[in-house]
C-alpha cells in the first residue's frame, strides 16, 4: 500500500493549474510544511531547516528595503552549504564522528597491530617444539627460510597435505611475509600464518596427539608454595548470536581468549595468568602424596572450577566487549541513518522521473516504476531490520563456548634442586622474549652466546637488518627484584657502553614484561661481588617500544 507521500511524488499539481493558496496557510505554513517534510522528498524543506516560511513569504510581500528576502535567502542557502562542507569533512575525519567514542576502536587497532608485530615470534616458537614430536625435520632458521620434510610415520600427516598443493609440498618455511631465497620461485616458500594449509596442520595434529594427555591431567612442583592448589586452564570463545529473521544464521565470531584459574584445598579460587605452567617443572610420582586433600573429591571441584570460570568469563570479557558494543551503537545508527537517507532520497527522485514520465504518456516504464515501490518496500523493510539488530546486538554478544582444555595439581618443592631449576626456566622464557624482540623489531639474526665456558659477558648478539651490531645481557625474573650485572658482565657492560643492553622481563611467571636499558652501568651501584640496580630505575630509564 503505497503512503501519502508517495502519492504525492506521483502527481504533483501541474504548473498550469497551482493550488489555492489560503490564508491558513500563511499563518501556519511552517508548521504545516514541517509535518509533510520527509526525507528525499522535500528539497525546499530540506533547504531552509529551522527557517519559517510565514517569516520569509511576509518579508517578501511588506519588505521595507528592496530585495531584503532575497538576500535573506542567499545568506541562508551559504550557511546550509558551509554545514555541507563540514559534514563532509566530519565523515571523512572519522567514521562516527566524535572522538571520544573512537578512542575505543583506536586502542583495539592497536592491540591487533601489536598482537600481528609478535606473531611471527609466537609461530616460530610453537614450530620450532611441534616439529619434533610430529615427525618434521626443519634445516634452518624459519626466522628467515628453513627446509623441511616428513619423517618416519609421524609425518604422515605432512606427506598427506602435499595432495593440497598443486606442485606438492613447498620446499621452504618462513614466519615473514616478504621472505625472498635468490633462485627459487615463491610458491615453493610456505608463510606460516593462521589459516596456512602447513601450519594448520601442525595445530591440528598437536592437537590430535597430545589432547588426550592433557585431558588427564599431570602434577608440578612449585617451589615459590607454601600448599597444593590446583591449576585450570580455559579457552572462552565469544560470540554474536544471530537474530531470528537476519538472513544469517550462522553466529559470529568476536574473540577467543584464554582463562587461568587456581583454587585450593579450602575451596578458595583465584584467577592467574594461563602461560603459569610454563615455569614449572613435572614432579615426581613421589611427591603426589603433598596434595593432601585435593585428591579427595577431584570432580567436584572441576566442576565448581567451571563455574568459577564462567563466572569470569561473564564478569571480564563479556561485560568488557558489551559496553565497548554499546559505546559504538549511537554513532553506527548515526551513519546507518545517514546511508539509508541518502538512498531513499535517490530512489525517490527516480519514481518522481518515472511517473511524471508515465503521465506524459511515455510507455514501457510501468515495470520500471513498480520496481522502484518495491526497491522502496525492501529498503524499508531493511531499514528497521538493520536499526533493530544495531540495538539490540550488545545483548546478543554471548559465551558461546566455554571449554577446559587443561587441569594440573601443582604441590610444594622449596627444596635447592627445584629452585634451580624453576630459575632456568624463567630465564629461558626471559630469553626468549629478548630473542623474539630484536627479530620482530630489528629482523635481526640473534646468536644465543651465554653459555658459561665463552665467558663473553652478555647472553646475546643481535646483527640487526641496518647493519648495526648490539649485545644483550638478558634478566628473567618470575616477579620483580633487583637485578645484579656479575663480575664478568659489569666490565663489559663499562666498555662497551651504548653497544650494551640491559633486557629486563619481569612477572615471566604470569604476564611477562619486557624493559630495555641502553648502557645499564650508568644506573649501578656497586655490591659485594656485582654491579646492583634497582628494579625502578630500570622502569624509568626503559626504552619505549
Known amino acids: 500500500m503505497e503512503s501519502r507521500q508517495a502519492g504525492a511524488a506521483d502527481g504533483p499539481p501541474s504548473p498550469l493549474r497551482p493550488k489555492a493558496f489560503r490564508g491558513s496557510d500563511l499563518q501556519y505554513g511552517g508548521r504545516r510544511y514541517e509535518r509533510r517534510r520527509r526525507p528525499g522528498f522535500d528539497v525546499i524543506g530540506q533547504q531552509l531547516e529551522e527557517v ?4 520569509l513569504l511576509r518579508e517578501a510581500l511588506f519588505e521595507t528595503a528592496p530585495y531584503s528576502a532575497q538576500k535573506k535567502l542567499d545568506s541562508i542557502f551559504a550557511t546550509q552549504k558551509l554545514r555541507a562542507a563540514v559534514e563532509e569533512q566530519r565523515k571523512t575525519a572519522s567514521t562516527y564522528g566524535d572522538v571520544a567514542r573512537r578512542l575505543g576502536e583506536l586502542n583495539t587497532e592497536i592491540e591487533v597491530e601489536r598482537f600481528n608485530r609478535l606473531l611471527p615470534a609466537f609461530i616460530q616458537n610453537f614450530v620450532d617444539k611441534a616439529a619434533p614430536r610430529l615427525g618434521v625435520q626443519i634445516e634452518g632458521d624459519i626466522a628467515t627460510h628453513a627446509r623441511f620434510a616428513a619423517i618416519g610415520s609421524e609425518g ?9 598443493f598443486p606442485k606438492g609440498l613447498p620446499e621452504y618455511l618462513t614466519v615473514r ?3 625472498t631465497i635468490p ?3 615463491s610458491s615453493r616458500i610456505c608463510f606460516l600464518r593462521p589459516g596456512d594449509l602447513i601450519f594448520d596442520g601442525f595445530c591440528e595434529e598437536t592437537v590430535r596427539k597430545f589432547q588426550g594427555d592433557v585431558q588427564r591431567g599431570s602434577v608440578f612442583c612449585d617451589p615459590a608454595a607454601d600448599r597444593p592448589y590446583f591449576f585450570g586452564v580455559y579457552v572462552c570463545q565469544l560470540g554474536e548470536k544471530p537474530l531470528g529473521n537476519r538472513r544469517s544464521s550462522k553466529t559470529s565470531l568476536f574473540d577467543r581468549r584464554l582463562i587461568g584459574i587456581r583454587w585450593n584445598e579450602d575451596g578458595e579460587f583465584s584467577d592467574c595468568a594461563p602461560n603459569a605452567l610454563l615455569a614449572l617443572q613435572p614432579a615426581p610420582k613421589s611427591l603426589l602424596w603433598k596434595a593432601g586433600n585435593l585428591l579427595l573429591n577431584p570432580d567436584e571441584s572441576a566442576r565448581r572450577a567451571d563455574a568459577y570460570a564462567r563466572m569470569l568469563a561473564e564478569s571480564t570479557f563479556l561485560q568488557q566487549l558489551r559496553a565497548s558494543l554499546r559505546a559504538q551503537a549511537e554513532g553506527q545508527v548515526d551513519d546507518l541513518l545517514r546511508g539509508f537517507d541518502f538512498q531513499g532520497g535517490a530512489l525517490a527522485e527516480k519514481r518522481s522521473d518515472l511517473a511524471r514520465r508515465l503521465r506524459q504518456g511515455e510507455e514501457g516504464i510501468s515495470a520500471d516504476l513498480e520496481e522502484i515501490k518495491k526497491q522502496q ?7 528497521a531490520e ?3 539488530y544495531e540495538h539490540r546486538r550488545p545483548d546478543l554478544v554471548d559465551i558461546v563456548k566455554l571449554e577446559r582444555i587443561a587441569l594440573a595439581i601443582v604441590v610444594p618443592d622449596p627444596t635447592p634442586e627445584m629452585r634451580e631449576a624453576y630459575d632456568k626456566d624463567i630465564e629461558a622464557i626471559a630469553m626468549r622474549i629478548a630473542r623474539n624482540f630484536e627479530i620482530d623489531n630489528y629482523q635481526a639474526r640473534v646468536f644465543d652466546v651465554s653459555a658459561p665456558h665463552l665467558a663473553r659477558g652478555y647472553d646475546l648478539e643481535s646483527h640487526r637488518a641496518n647493519g648495526d651490531k648490539v649485545v644483550i645481557e638478558v634478566k628473567g625474573r618470575a616477579g620483580r627484584g633487583p637485578v645484579q650485572l656479575t663480575e664478568n658482565e659489569w666490565p663489559t657492560a663499562a666498555n662497551v657502553r651504548d653497544k ?3 633486557y629486563v622481563v619481569v612477572d615471566c611467571a604470569t604476564d611477562p614484561k619486557l624493559f630495555r636499558v641502553r648502557d645499564p652501568i650508568r644506573l649501578a651501584f656497586r655490591t659485594r661481588q656485582s654491579f646492583t640496580i634497582n628494579i625502578g630505575e630500570v622502569i ?6
Open 52 to 55: 519559517s516560511l510565514r517569516d
Open 156 to 164: 604422515a600427516w605432512l606427506r598427506n597435505l602435499s595432495a593440497k
Open 177 to 179: 611475509r616478504d621472505a
Open 183 to 185: 633462485g627459487v620461485d
Open 377 to 383: 518496500a525492501d529498503l524499508d523493510e531493511m531499514k
Open 386 to 388: 538493520t536499526l533493530l
Open 500 to 502: 650494551y643492553w640491559l
Open 540 to 545: 624509568r630509564e626503559a626504552e619505549p617500544e
